[in-house]
């Protein structure tokens, strides 16, 4: 069964930093292209940063110069590190393969930029 679990948000003043982690189950991990997105109520979800299964990065320009993805393909886990946080980042982070299983969301992480 494909699963991603998402660890890692939280609430953190504006400058800040956070890594996020996604646990990703029931698919050839590191055959597949893996995106981090995220979404705030009201707004459709949006793609925040992809990674391929060749390294290959993909930032949207909001996040570009602040957020890092990667990847272990041992551990089946890919990572977001975002600094420099802004009010504006404040949101559900999801993982999900890219384009993504739409079927099989996970829970998503909380992450708060605010002082």
């Known amino acids: 069964q494909v699963q991603f679990v998402e660890s890692g948000g939280g609430l953190v003043q504006p400058g800040g930093s956070l890594r996020l982690s996604c646990a990703v189950s029931?698919?050839?991990?590191?055959?597949?292209?893996m995106g981090w997105y995220r979404q705030v109520p009201g707004k459709q979800r949006e793609l925040v940063a992809a990674?391929?299964?060749?390294?290959?990065?993909l930032y949207a320009d909001s996040v570009k110069a602040r957020f890092t993805i990667s990847r272990d393909n041992a551990k089946n886990t890919v990572y977001l590190q975002m600094s420099i946080l802004e009010p504006e980042d404040t949101a559900v982070y999801y993982c999900?393969?890219?384009?993504?299983?739409?079927?099989?969301w996970g829970q998503g992480t909380q992450d708060t930029v605010s002082s």
């Open positions: 999900n393969t890219r384009p993504p299983f739409q079927h099989y």
């Open positions: 990674i391929s299964s060749g390294g290959m990065l």
């Open positions: 029931g698919i050839s991990f590191r055959l597949d292209a």
